[in-house]
């Protein structure tokens, strides 16, 4: 084993532009927010809730997919899920505002995106929606607040897209070393 190993899981999660419409069956959606339920989070206060859009449910994924921005629509409109993610950032027992909300929301999304690739499905994470209109549209209270929009499906065949999704598909992946992120006690000062 190298030295850098790391768990394949890791290597083969993308954040794919080809999507398969393929129905994903229920018993592996939920087995996807098992893995997000076992999340750590402060307190344990487990504050992530989840809006299920599958495709076959068309009144559900239309709703979901017209807030996605239009860039987003065009790929994952083949995802066989949509999902919102909230966050309960002000608890409704205490009134407490809960500062590590959206981490911990984060974290559970992290151990939904392991599953699926486990399943051998993919996700793709999105900041690219309506986030003002989800509250009044699906009668969400107050104090949970969306954070993204996250499609959920089998890879599809890069002839079945748009050049420019192909395109970008195709596109080498990258991330910083780690002498850039990874400091001693003097601010950017590699550990490594
Ligand atoms: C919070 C968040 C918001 C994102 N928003 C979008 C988005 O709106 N549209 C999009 O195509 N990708 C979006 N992405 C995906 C990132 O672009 C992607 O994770 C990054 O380029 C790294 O690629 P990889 O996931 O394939 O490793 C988002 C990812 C995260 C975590």
Redesign the pocket.
Known sequence: MDDNYINQLFEE?????VFSPREIKDKKLASLFEAARWAPSSYNAQPWRFIVAPRNNKDAFSRVLGL??P??QE?AKNAGVLLISLAEVTSEKTEKSNYYAMHDV?QAVSFLTLQATHLGLFV??????EREKVNGQFNIPENFQP???IAIGYPGELKDVSKELMLREMQS?S?NPLQEIVFTTKWEESYF
Do not use: I, P
């Open positions: 999660r993308r954040s794919t532009v996605l921005s860039k987003n790929w984060a793709h994470q999105m900041g690219g929606f954070v993204t929009a992946r991330r």
